[in-house]
C-alpha cells in the first residue's frame, strides 16, 4: 500500500477482488453494505484483515 493510499479503499478493493460485493452507503463513505449487513469504515477494515486480504499493520 502507497502512503496515499486510503486504508479504506484498499480494503474494499481487496474484498470485492475475493469475490465480496461491497457498496458505499451514504454520500461520506463513511458506511459499507455487504449482504444484508452494513460495516463501519473500521469494521469494514477488520473484516478485510482477519481474512489476510490487508496487512493489520494499520489497523484501525
Do not use: C, K, N, Y
Amino acid at each position: 500500500m502507497t502512503d496515499d493510499t486510503d486504508p479504506v479503499l484498499e480494503a474494499v478493493a481487496a474484498l470485492r477482488a475475493s469475490g465480496i460485493a461491497v457498496w458505499p452507503i451514504g454520500d461520506e463513505l463513511e458506511h459499507w453494505q455487504i449482504g444484508d449487513l452494513v460495516f463501519s469504515d473500521a469494521d469494514l477494515w477488520r473484516l478485510a484483515a482477519s481474512r489476510g486480504l490487508v496487512e493489520d499493520g494499520d489497523s484501525r
